[in-house]
């Protein structure tokens, strides 16, 4: 692999698609990014269950297959602890160290749920406790829509460093200076472990807005207006989202950020434009 000369560090997020016509377009997509030397890419797991296999799948592959460190999501909501003991088990045993762990999306069916975990914390517990995994967490700059405060959120993070965890990523977000100020508030209360912006570069607005009305993320006006007439272009919508990205990052960078995780939602040319623009090489360029 060529090596990259970079100032800045990026990692990426793929999900594992359900089509599986779709896995050869993934794998070209993982291959575009790779030469760019991320420190990780991860796979998301599925909460409703359908993709579950399908992220175990991918993860070994990435591992077998590529240089690349992959990281596998994992959540704990409506699993038995034998069942989250059996993957963890199946992860370390193929060589995976990177797990992002994650409570998961309640299950909405009314059917009776196994309640052996509650929190993401219960889950870093029990991975810890079994195998000594590297541990990623998330972080809500704009609050969890489950908390009731900002000091929830820094104390549940907290409790998931003292159980193990050693990096965050965040939940993606349009207004820096939520993430800016989060940084702050956290290192004034002692939290020093990397704290990852996770950008999402918009392609589609209107799936946008309501996945940011769920997760309690501001989208300004500024921000809609910009995709304001371009529901039947994507091309020009793709070019507006590489500004607007290239615009975030150039903000947190001028405030000292140098780490980005990239929700590529498996389109690889969006992120690898912004990573060009920003900087990051490959030694073939
Ligand atoms: P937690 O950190 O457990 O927090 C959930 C709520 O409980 C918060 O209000 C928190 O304050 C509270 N809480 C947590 N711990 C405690 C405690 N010990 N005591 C009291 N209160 C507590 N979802 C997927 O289904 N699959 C994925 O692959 C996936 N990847 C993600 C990656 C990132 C980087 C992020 C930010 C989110 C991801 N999600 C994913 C979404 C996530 O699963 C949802 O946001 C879910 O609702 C919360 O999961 P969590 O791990 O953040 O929860």
């Given amino acids: 692999m060529s090596q990259v000369s970079k100032k800045i560090s990026v990692s990426f997020e793929f999900f594992p698609p359900k089509d599986p016509n779709a896995i050869n377009s993934l794998w070209a997509n993982i291959k575009r990014l790779e030469p760019l030397d991320p420190t990780f890419i991860s796979v998301t797991y599925g909460a409703g269950g359908s993709t579950r ?29 034998a069942e989250i003991e059996k993957i963890a088990e199946d992860y370390w045993e193929a060589g995976i160290r ?3 762990a994650l409570r998961g999306d309640k299950p909405k069916q009314k059917k009776p749920f196994s309640n ?20 990623t967490v998330s972080a809500y700059p704009e609050m969890h829509p489950d ?10 993070l907290k409790k998931k460093i003292d159980l193990g965890a050693c990096k965050a990523i965040t939940q993606f977000f349009f207004e820096s200076n939520f993430f800016i100020d989060f940084i702050d508030g956290a290192i004034k209360r002692g939290i020093n472990i990397p704290i990852v912006p996770g950008i999402l570069p918009v392609t589609n607005c209107k799936k946008t807005i309501e996945f940011a009305k769920k997760m309690n993320c501001n989208m300004p006006k500024s921000l809609l207006k910009m995709f304001e007439g371009l529901d039947s272009d994507p091309d020009t919508r793709k070019l507006v989202a590489a ?5 975030q990052c150039q903000t947190l960078i001028s405030e000292g950020i140098e780490d980005f995780h990239f929700y590529t939602l498996n389109r690889a040319d969006l992120s690898f434009a912004i990573c060009h623009i920003l900087g990051l090489r490959t030694l073939k360029d």
């Fill in 98 to 100: 990177d797990i992002v």
């Fill in 243 to 247: 500004t607007i990205v290239y615009d």
């Fill in 147 to 156: 908390s009731l405060s900002l000091e929830q959120e820094y104390d549940v």
């Fill in 53 to 81: 296999e399908n992220t175990h799948n991918l993860v070994k592959e990435i591992k077998k297959k590529t240089n690349l460190k992959p990281a596998a999501h994992l959540t704990c909501i409506g699993s038995t602890q």
């Fill in 116 to 135: 052996d975990f509650r929190y993401a914390t219960d889950l870093i517990a029990l991975l810890k406790k079994k195998f000594d995994f590297n541990i």
